[in-house]
T-cell receptor
Framework: GQQVMQIPQYQHVQEGEDFTTYCNSS?????IQWYKQRPGGHPVFLIQ?????EVKKQKRLTFQFGEAKKNSSLHITATQTTDVGTYFC????????FGTGTRLTIIP | DTEVTQTPKHLVMGMTNKKSLKCEQH?????MYWYKQKAKKPPELMFV???????INESVPSRFSPECPNSSLLNLHLHALQPEDSALYLC???????????FGPGTRLTVL
């Protein structure tokens, strides 16, 4: 079955440092979505990527979809305390599978 | 209205009880989902309804029974649950399957 590896599991950074999380699939994907879940909250949609090699930006967040459509990354520039939470990728194929998540904590 | 509502927020039940979780959206979305999330784990897909028909059942035990009375409502009926079923149950909706999902705040379920 489809496996969704997301790394790292945890990331602890100083405020102002950059942060990156990666998702890798064993199979080719039709699309990938990214979600953020704050502590005690529910997942909130960030972006959807569909095209091979696609890059999208939202302010300090940059999302990439690999050329082979088997991997994706989320990069945050100059983290702020409001970025705290767990970031999940969601693979869209005939099934929907969340990555294991990367928990971001920030030292003010 | 871009909100998905879920009731109740918290539920404590015994293993012999029958209870229901409710989810509602008024965004005209045609896909609705139930997820189960354990602490520090990703949400796990349980069921998907598309155009009010059950389209995905991820081999969920029969003690969980979903129902979609209309395009705005989604229920999850619970019966004879086990303590390991204690978790956060999230409902979500999207315009169609594979589109951006809007999640409700969840129901925190504890089975004693």
């Amino acid at each position: 079955g489809q496996q969704v590896m997301q790394i790292p599991q945890y990331q602890h950074v100083q405020e102002g440092e950059d942060f990156t999380t990666y998702c890798n699939s064993s199979t080719t994907l039709s699309n990938i979505q990214w979600y953020k879940q704050r502590p005690g909250g529910h997942p909130v949609f960030l972006i959807q990527l569909v095209k091979s090699g696609e890059v999208k930006k939202q302010k300090r967040l940059t999302f990439q979809f690999g050329e082979a459509k088997k991997n994706s990354s989320l990069h945050i520039t100059a983290t702020q305390t409001t970025d705290v939470g767990t970031y999940f990728c969601l693979f869209g194929n005939e099934k929907l599978t969340f990555g294991t998540g990367t928990r971001l904590t920030i030292i003010p | 209205d871009t909100e998905v509502t879920q009731t109740p927020k918290h539920l404590v039940m015994g293993m012999t009880n029958k209870k229901s979780l409710k989810c509602e959206q008024h965004m005209g979305h045609r896909a609705m989902y139930w997820y189960k999330q354990k602490a520090k784990k990703p949400p796990e897909l349980m069921f998907v309804y598309s155009y009010e028909k059950l389209s995905i059942n991820e081999s969920v035990p029969s003690r969980f029974s979903p129902e979609c009375p209309n395009s705005s409502l989604l229920n999850l009926h619970l019966h004879a649950l086990q303590p390991e079923d204690s978790a956060l149950y999230l409902c979500a909706s999207s315009r169609d399957f594979y589109n951006e999902q809007f999640f409700g705040p969840g129901t925190r379920l504890t089975v004693l």
